[in-house]
């Protein structure tokens, strides 16, 4: 029974601690040379004086701004801001030049090391999960069609709740997270559970800047990936479901039509989907 209710500083500190951790992939974030750091820290500047500027803001506004910034660290929601408000135009900045599959963003609830499967497993999950049951095939190729033997499909979602483990309590460690490793004919089959559409913490600093603007806090239901593969680009995405009241208008700007699922309901109750990844290789 979960007993603590999710609080959006629980699930931020969570977050950033996370971020800091040294099992982290973002543990050795490289230096930026100080040429780049100069040019991308005036541009940055240069932008917000012009906003400044133009729409003459005043000493309350810029007050407003600065105990807004400070929450924004207190409750640990920069990695959830980041996320929200920057990531997508970074991702589409990093795999323009893809031919395999279109990306999307991380988003701040990713663990590296869940459990292990083959290519064909159920994801943890609590006896009884509530949600529609969801049988998911595809295959992990090269962009020449070629199997990729030893492909990593990494699964992360929320549950019928909303909610993902390790960030709101009360949910077992790895519960709806999972890792299925393919074989030479490439392909997988994972069961696991649709997920809800998501609303980001609306009690915190970035719930605020949602209040105040009057803007909703919905992502439509996704599910994350992660697939990797030796000698290929490292893909990061989120699968959506057709009919999402939020596919259209996504807090996170996350949705890209290659995206979409096309789920095939059942006469037991269940949902099929068929999707695979292509992955492009490194270039030299
Ligand atoms: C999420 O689940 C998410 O995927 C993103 C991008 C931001 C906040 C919560
Ligand atoms: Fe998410």
């Known amino acids: 029974m979960t007993t ?30 100080p040429e780049r750091v100069d040019r991308l820290a005036r541009r940055v500047l240069e932008a917000v004086y012009q906003t400044v500027r133009d729409e003459k803001v005043t000493y309350d506004e810029f007050n407003a701004l600065k ?32 031919e395999g599959n279109k990306g999307s963003i991380e988003g701040p609830y990713y663990v590296p090391g869940a459990p292990e499967q083959g290519a064909k497993g159920t994801i943890e999950m609590r006896e009884g999960e509530a949600g529609t049951p969801l049988a998911w095939t595809g295959t992990v190729t090269s962009t020449d069609g070629t199997p990729l033997d030893g492909a990593l499909v990494e699964l992360w979602h929320a549950d019928s709740d909303g909610f993902y483990s390790q960030f709101a309590p009360g949910i077992p460690e790895w519960n709806l997270r999972g890792n299925f490793r393919v074989g030479a004919d490439g392909a997988f089959e994972i069961h696991t559970i649709q997920p809800a559409p998501y609303q980001i913490p609306t ?24 697939v990797s593969a030796p000698g290929h680009e490292l893909l990061t995405a989120q699968l959506y479901f057709p009919g999402d009241e939020h596919n259209d208008d ?17 006469a037991d109750g269940s949902v099929t989907v068929d999707y695979s990844f292509v992955l492009d290789p490194v270039r030299g």
Not at 13 to 28: I, M, V
Not at 73 to 84: S, T
């Open 4 to 33: 603590e209710v999710a609080t959006a500083a629980a699930s931020g500190a969570s977050a950033t601690e996370r971020f800091h951790s040294d099992k982290s992939p973002y543990a050795a974030v490289k230096d930026t040379p």
């Open 67 to 98: 105990a807004w910034m400070i929450g924004v660290g207190e409750d640990g929601e920069w990695p959830l801001f980041l996320d929200v408000w920057l990531e997508h135009v970074v991702e589409d900045v990093n795999t323009a030049h893809r």
């Open 203 to 226: 009690d915190g600093s970035c719930g605020k800047l949602i209040a105040a603007a009057g803007w909703h806090a919905w992502r439509p239901a996704h599910l994350h990936v992660k």
């Open 250 to 266: 996504d807090i996170a700007s996350a949705v890209k039509p290659e995206l979409m699922l096309a789920p095939q309901p059942q």
